[in-house]
């Protein structure tokens, strides 16, 4: 894989994670999480955890770059998964 690509995913596993665990618009998933498996059940653990998320995304996202690393189909939703997730990081600098 090459650097392009590690920092690509890099950026995909941080902007996913962050959706799953704490974005407002993933509330709905993770209250169906909780409603079906209970509150304190493991699987709703998992989705509030960025450390045990982060782990299944990184897993997923390294097998995608692995396998289309210089692809368009890698490098396009990378890039704007990325930059989503830098630009988050900048305002709440910037704010």
């Known amino acids: 894989?090459?650097?392009?690509a590690f920092l690509l995913a890099l950026?995909?596993?941080?902007?996913i994670t962050?959706?799953?665990?704490?974005?407002?618009?993933?509330a709905g998933?993770?209250?169906w999480i909780g409603a079906h498996f209970g509150d304190d059940s493991r699987a709703a653990y998992l989705v509030?955890?960025?450390w045990c998320t982060s782990i299944w995304v990184a897993t997923a996202t390294a097998l995608y770059a692995s396998c289309l690393g210089g692809s368009p189909w890698f490098q396009a939703p990378a890039t704007a998964l990325s930059l989503s997730y830098l630009a988050g990081l900048a305002s709440r600098w910037l704010d």
Not at 18 to 26: C, G, N
């Open 11 to 15: 950026g995909v596993t941080c902007r």
């Open 48 to 50: 509030s955890c960025g």
């Open 1 to 4: 894989m090459s650097l392009a």
């Open 29 to 31: 998933f993770r209250s």
């Open 18 to 26: 962050r959706f799953i665990t704490k974005d407002t618009l993933a």
